[in-house]
Structure formats: structure tokens, C-alpha cells
């Protein structure tokens, strides 16, 4: 079992699980609810940890995401956190006002999540490349990075991301960290892991691109 405040990936596991419900509106073809508290949790001090942990570039990704995420709980707890129950429904709120009223603000869920939906992807191929048993993990998380994050990174970002993950852990050293057990209990529960992001990831991309929201500023 994980120590006391340590990362553990079960309970991230059970992060995503929770952000997607049962229930699905079928209504309109509308997607599978996407509850916003719980997309907040994998985001919990151990998980932060575990990132900083894995040298300077990732707790550059932390910070990046920590920020975004303690101002879309802002949302949630706030005057209407009714309105950011699921992000079916930020959505909603968030256009009443109009497209180019959302595009103007910079504090708005929309663009908020947008933020975090990028790093989840880089997120989901990075851990679909450790399941993959790829021992050379500067490759892995070099290829997850160029088909996700890289695309919105000024180029001396890109180049000092790519110089960092050449330093980073072995894949035996990552999957330890997981705190679920040995080796191949940890690549078994990636296994379970990687559908819930890549369901949380699907029904973003999906609801953005239908509202036009995947590019704005």
C-alpha cells in the first residue's frame, strides 16, 4: 500500500472513473456527462508530487496545471457552481454570453479546461507508451509531447522539454513510483487507467469541437 500523502495511480484511476457517469444524455446525441469536481482530484498534492519528483520539466507541467486547476475550482465553488457541474453544462452557461464574449476572457472555464484537455492528451500517450513496455522512456514521453503539447509551445520551450526528458527515470523507476505494487500489477492498472482518460479526453474533444472551442486564446 502507498504511504500516507504518497502518489498512488489507483486513486487517479479512480479520479477519472468518477468524472465520467453512468447515465448518458441521449437527448440530441449529447455526450456522457463530464462531472467537473472529480476532473480536479487527479490533480491532488500526492499527484502533484509525483510529477515534480521526475525533474524540472514536469513540475513545470504541474505548476502549468495546478494553476489552471485551482481557478476551474474557483468556477465550481463560486456564486454559480451550479452552472460548472459537468462540463456539459460550463459549456452552456459560458456561451449564453455569446462566442466572442467567451473568447475575450482569459479566467473562463472553457479556456481553462481547453488547457488542461491538451495536457491530458500528452498525459494519456505518455502512459500508453510505459504500458507499451518501451524501456527507453526519453523516446516515450518525447513522442507523447510532439503529438500533443508541443504544438503550443513557443520553440524554446519545445527545444528545453526535449533536452529535460533525456534525463528522465527508467520505466522499471516509473512504474515503482505508482505505488500499486510490483511491476506488473502497475502495468495492469495502466491498463485500467488509460480507457477513463482516454474516455474523460474523447468526450472533451468531442463537445469542444462541436461548440468550435478548441482553438480559443
Same mark, same amino acid.
Given at each position: 500500500?502507498?504511504?500516507?500523502?504518497?502518489?498512488?495511480?489507483?486513486?487517479?484511476?479512480?479520479?477519472?472513473?468518477?468524472?465520467?457517469?453512468?447515465?448518458?444524455?441521449?437527448?440530441?446525441?449529447?455526450?456522457?456527462?463530464?462531472?467537473?469536481?472529480?476532473?480536479?482530484?487527479?490533480?491532488?498534492?500526492?499527484?502533484?508530487?509525483?510529477?515534480? /519528483?521526475?525533474?524540472?520539466?514536469?513540475?513545470?507541467?504541474?505548476?502549468?496545471?495546478?494553476?489552471?486547476?485551482?481557478?476551474?475550482?474557483?468556477?465550481?465553488?463560486?456564486?454559480?457552481?451550479?452552472?460548472?457541474?459537468?462540463?456539459?453544462?460550463?459549456?452552456?452557461?459560458?456561451?449564453?454570453?455569446?462566442?466572442?464574449?467567451?473568447?475575450?476572457? /482569459?479566467?473562463?472555464?472553457?479556456?481553462?479546461?481547453?488547457?488542461?484537455?491538451?495536457?491530458?492528451?500528452?498525459?494519456?500517450?505518455?502512459?500508453?507508451?510505459?504500458?507499451?513496455?518501451?524501456?527507453?522512456?526519453?523516446?516515450?514521453?518525447?513522442?507523447?509531447?510532439?503529438? /500533443?503539447?508541443?504544438?503550443?509551445?513557443?520553440?524554446?520551450?519545445?527545444?528545453?522539454?526535449?533536452?529535460?526528458?533525456?534525463?528522465?527515470?527508467?520505466?522499471?523507476?516509473?512504474?515503482?513510483?505508482?505505488?500499486?505494487?510490483?511491476?506488473?500489477?502497475?502495468?495492469?492498472?495502466?491498463?485500467?487507467?488509460?480507457?477513463?482518460?482516454?474516455?474523460?479526453?474523447?468526450?472533451?474533444?468531442?463537445?469542444?469541437?462541436?461548440?468550435?472551442?478548441?482553438?480559443?486564446?
Amino acid at each position: 500500500a502507498a504511504a500516507a500523502g504518497a502518489f498512488s495511480l489507483r486513486e487517479v484511476l479512480e479520479a477519472f472513473q468518477r468524472c465520467v457517469t453512468e447515465q448518458r444524455e441521449r437527448s440530441g446525441g449529447n455526450p456522457c456527462p463530464l462531472l467537473l469536481p472529480p476532473l480536479c482530484n487527479p490533480l491532488t498534492p500526492p499527484s502533484r508530487r509525483f510529477l515534480q /519528483s521526475l525533474g524540472t520539466v514536469f513540475s513545470f507541467i504541474s505548476k502549468d496545471a495546478v494553476a489552471k486547476v485551482s481557478l476551474l475550482e474557483g468556477h465550481c465553488g463560486g456564486r454559480q457552481g451550479q452552472q460548472y457541474v459537468s462540463l456539459q453544462s460550463m459549456v452552456r452557461h459560458e456561451l449564453a454570453a455569446g462566442p466572442a464574449a467567451l473568447r475575450a476572457r /482569459s479566467d473562463s472555464g472553457c479556456r481553462t479546461v481547453l488547457r488542461l484537455h491538451r495536457a491530458l492528451r500528452w498525459l494519456q500517450l505518455f502512459l500508453e507508451g510505459l504500458r507499451s513496455g518501451d524501456s527507453r522512456t526519453s523516446v516515450v514521453c518525447t513522442d507523447a509531447y510532439n503529438a /500533443s503539447l508541443a504544438a503550443y509551445h513557443p520553440w524554446v520551450v519545445r527545444k528545453a522539454a526535449t533536452v529535460a526528458f533525456c534525463a528522465l527515470p527508467s520505466r522499471d523507476a516509473f512504474l515503482e513510483i505508482m505505488n500499486v505494487g510490483a511491476r506488473e500489477e502497475a502495468v495492469a492498472m495502466l491498463g485500467e487507467a488509460i480507457p477513463y482518460i482516454g474516455d474523460v479526453y474523447s468526450i472533451t474533444q468531442e463537445l469542444f469541437a462541436q461548440h468550435k472551442l478548441l482553438d480559443l486564446p
